[in-house]
């Protein structure tokens, strides 16, 4: 078995989220707060961390530490030079995401079909307004989504079901349950031409960092919607806005942007044709225990020697 006797969870989850977990491992010394100057006493005796980042200074502070669980699925601000060069093994929240976020994007989706922005906006000005002409339905139409990770599959899942045709990328064209056709961002123009709708799914590494900049973006059907509820740098926004006003493109959901909040000033923030949901895609009553059963079922993977869930390849950055 491997040691594992101290925990410390950077984060506030609340006294019941704890002692669920305290309850599950009894012998297990779990510290929790939401900063350096709450929980880094406890840093020094730590095995192992929990939360949503580890600066540096925290780092340092952790001489005996042996595994990273993050909270989030994305992992970019771990990976600095000071936590690989020790080896450190690192983990994420991979799927704990997957039923929410996709129901989030569905959201978008649903709601540029049915015109809901517009007559949410007329109904702020008190106005009776039937749009009648720019609806659409879904059954038949082309979603391609960029990252089949499981907040993608789960995505194509639901997409197919309401009658979409799904296209995927991914860095291995590996071929996916319910996915039509799988390239990679080298192969994916043809499947950008196709799609009426646009899904980037995408964890923030060194390759998709801007990876749809204006030349991607122009490799998009004309008329298409575009969505983002990955990371807010793996998109040109400048791109993007100019791609909306040329009307190459009709509208864009974005829960993420760059820099987050975006400035009150950004012309985003007034486009009819663009919804922005603030990072909230990932919220969920449920979600609490999701992650709180994988924090769970790998300390004990861990404590019994097994592999654990979810182990990020630093080259990857996944």
Partial sequence: MARLEAL???ADFGPDWLSGLQARFPDLRISQGRGLEEYGPALAEADAYCGWQLSPA???AAPNLRWVQAITAGVDSFLYPELLERGILLTNMSGVHASNISEHVLALILGFARNLP?????QG???WKQVVNRQFELTGQTLCIVGLGDIGLALAAKAAALGMRVSGVRNRPLPAHGIGTVATPDTMRPLLAEADHVALCMPLTPGSRNLFNAERLSWIKPGAYLYNIGRGETLDQ???LAALRSGHLRGAGLDVTTPEPLPAEHPFWRMPNVVITAHTSGASP???GRMRDLLADNIA???AGQPL???VDPTLGY
């Fill in 238 to 240: 400048d791109a993007l």
């Fill in 58 to 60: 925290a780092l340092a």
């Fill in 309 to 311: 869930r979810n182990v």
């Fill in 286 to 288: 449920l979600l609490w």
């Fill in 125 to 127: 000005r008190g106005e």
């Fill in 301 to 303: 993977r861990y404590r």
């Fill in 8 to 10: 410390v969870i950077g």
């Fill in 118 to 122: 517009e007559l949410r906006d007329a």
